[in-house]
């Protein structure tokens, strides 16, 4: 029987129910996990305390993130700073995350990966050394628009991390001041998100329609007293 009711807990018992989640799902390979949603939605956060979880069930993770595959600058605003078509169409080397990263923990791969092959602090490539997972680690992997076409097969289990756009421009706000120690940046902030990053997501949502293939959604808008549910056409996962 297909769950389709929503579940509310604590944090503490979203996660669990998580890491429940990816127990239950067998592969031959190391299982690739999608942690997906607008920018400030939580997804790095989500990662982290599901990181230590499984670390602590003695299971192998392996953490990166979309911003590791970035392109260089001067490509990812080719189309202008405030370019919505640019954040979605330009900013990402997928062809690189799947060649040196998803594929190889994939079903026919050798299990050998790079976790990162762009530098942002620096705005140049890199090249970290080559490592050979355990057939049964995990990738989590957090970003945006992972649940496009170019990557929607290569996950083995699809969380979507939601939160109302409105709310990510407070999120955003309130890190930016957290990082800088003063608001100076707040218009800055706000004009990258009104411009940029939610005109982009309503493009991913209008031609991904990314919760349609979400085995899991979070609902993060409340961070300690989060909402979740399995997705209908997801009857694997029961959580």
Same mark, same amino acid.
């Given at each position: 029987?297909?769950?389709?009711?929503?579940?509310?807990?604590?944090?503490?018992?979203?996660?669990?129910?998580?890491?429940?989640?990816?127990?239950? /799902?067998t592969?031959?390979?190391?299982?690739?996990?999608?942690?997906?949603?607008? !920018?400030?939605?939580?997804?790095?956060? $989500?990662?982290?305390?599901?990181? %230590?979880?499984?670390?602590?069930?003695?299971?192998? %993770?392996?953490?990166?993130?979309?911003?590791?595959? $970035?392109?260089?600058?001067?490509?990812?605003?080719?189309?202008?700073?405030?370019?919505?078509? &640019?954040?979605?169409?330009?900013?990402?080397?997928?062809?690189?995350?799947?060649? %040196?990263?998803?594929?190889?923990? &994939?079903?026919? &791969?050798?299990?050998?990966?790079?976790?990162?092959?762009?530098?942002?602090?620096?705005?140049?490539?890199?090249?970290?050394?080559?490592?050979?997972?355990?057939?049964?680690?995990?990738?989590?992997?957090? &970003?945006?628009?992972?649940?496009?076409?170019?990557?929607?097969? *290569?996950?083995?289990?699809?969380?979507? %991390?939601? /939160?109302?756009?409105e709310?990510?421009?407070?999120?955003?706000?309130?890190?930016?001041?957290?990082?800088?120690?003063?608001?100076?940046?707040?218009?800055?902030?706000?004009?990258?998100? *009104?411009?940029?990053?939610? !005109?982009?997501?309503?493009?991913?949502?209008?031609?991904?329609?990314?919760?349609?293939?979400?085995?899991?959604? /979070?609902?993060?808008?409340?961070?300690q007293?989060?909402?979740?549910?399995?997705?209908?056409?997801?009857?694997?996962?029961?959580?």
């Open positions: 029987m297909r769950e389709t009711a929503r579940n509310q807990g604590s944090r503490g018992e979203l996660i669990g129910r998580l890491a429940e989640a990816i127990r239950s /799902v592969t031959e390979h190391p299982l690739r996990v999608a942690i997906d949603g607008p !920018p400030a939605a939580g997804k790095t956060t $989500l990662a982290d305390e599901l990181a %230590v979880v499984l670390r602590a069930q003695d299971r192998a %993770v392996i953490r990166a993130s979309i911003d590791d595959f $970035l392109f260089p600058r001067a490509q990812r605003y080719r189309r202008g700073q405030y370019s919505a078509e &640019g954040c979605y169409f330009d900013a990402h080397d997928h062809a690189a995350l799947c060649r %040196v990263l998803l594929d190889p923990l &994939g079903p026919s &791969g050798d299990r050998r990966f790079q976790h990162a092959v762009y530098d942002k602090d620096t705005d140049t490539p890199s090249t970290p050394p080559a490592t050979t997972a355990p057939a049964d680690a995990v990738l989590l992997f957090d &970003g945006v628009f992972l649940l496009r076409p170019e990557l929607i097969d *290569r996950w083995d289990l699809r969380i979507f %991390v939601s /939160v109302p756009f709310q990510t421009i407070d999120r955003a706000r309130d890190r930016g001041t957290a990082l800088a120690g003063s608001t100076a940046d707040t218009a800055e902030i706000e004009r990258s998100w *009104r411009n940029r990053y939610i !005109p982009s997501q309503q493009l991913y949502f209008a031609t991904a329609r990314p919760t349609d293939h979400a085995d899991i959604i /979070v609902y993060n808008d409340q961070l007293r989060p909402t979740w549910e399995v997705r209908p056409h997801s009857s694997t996962y029961r959580i």
